[in-house]
């Protein structure tokens, strides 16, 4: 059980263009998604917690108009990363929280490489 | 500023050796600490602790917080070499929303 999904799982796209990556909670419903941004060989830092039906909260020094983060349903949140650069180059991994639950389980990642 | 701190941040054992992570922290109202497990992708959940000196235990991993001394080691014995992989402290700092995660201790098993 507690298994989160995302799409894709890798992505190349040239700079000024926007991706979209999604997160799905596939057995249980999460009404507070978490995403994530790893650079390499360091940790995970929270960019924005998604709360479903709500704005996203975003954490100090994270763009929320270059994040743009939809929380539309109890199992799936959207991260839209827009007109990409280089620097935006990154592992995003997000995670879910079930209901009633303090844990949080992680999705795959995403890799974004932007050209 | 809230901090986790992990230390070693590599480390190179063999097959059979007993190994020890550490994971210490500083951050406003502490709730609980998590280790978890990163291979190549996503992290898996290894434990959740919250309360000190109460030992977790799953097979050959244990785990135990001290609030006191603001730290939690992460024991593996026997180790394996499917043990290899990154393994990362967080912390929930002011709620349960916000994780804070440390830089990871990197453990390569060899044969």
């Known amino acids: 059980g507690a298994v989160v999904s995302q799409h894709p799982s890798r992505v190349i796209c040239k700079s000024g263009t926007s991706v979209k990556i999604e997160c799905r909670s596939l057995?249980?419903?999460?009404?507070?998604m978490f995403w994530y941004r790893q650079f390499p060989k360091q940790s995970l830092m929270l960019m924005a917690t998604?709360?479903?039906?709500?704005?996203?909260?975003?954490e100090q020094g994270v763009e929320k108009d270059k994040f743009l983060i939809n929380h539309a349903s109890l199992t799936l949140s959207t991260l839209t990363v827009t007109s990409a650069h280089p620097e935006d180059s990154s592992f995003y991994i997000c995670?879910?929280?079930?209901?009633?639950?303090?844990?949080?389980?992680f999705g795959p990642g995403t890799r974004l490489t932007v050209t | 500023e809230d901090k986790v701190v992990q230390s070693p941040l590599s480390l190179v054992v063999h097959e059979g050796d007993t190994v020890t992570l550490n994971c210490s922290y500083e951050?406003?109202?502490?709730?609980?600490l998590l280790w978890y497990k990163q291979e190549k992708k996503a992290p898996t959940f290894l434990f959740m602790l919250?309360?000190?000196?109460i030992e977790k235990k799953s097979g050959r991993l244990s785990s135990i917080l001290d609030k006191k001394e603001l730290f939690s080691i992460l024991n593996i014995t026997a180790t394996q070499t499917g043990d290899s992989a990154v393994y990362l402290c967080?912390?929930?700092?002011?709620?349960?929303?916000?994780?804070?995660f440390g830089a990871g201790t990197r453990l390569a098993v060899h044969p």
């Open positions: 995670s879910a929280r079930p209901q009633a639950a303090v844990e949080q389980y």
């Open positions: 057995d249980f419903q999460a009404t507070t």
């Open positions: 998604s709360n479903e039906g709500s704005k996203a909260t975003y």
């Open positions: 951050v406003t109202n502490f709730r609980s």
């Open positions: 919250t309360s000190s000196g």
């Open positions: 967080a912390v929930f700092s002011g709620g349960y929303n916000k994780l804070i």
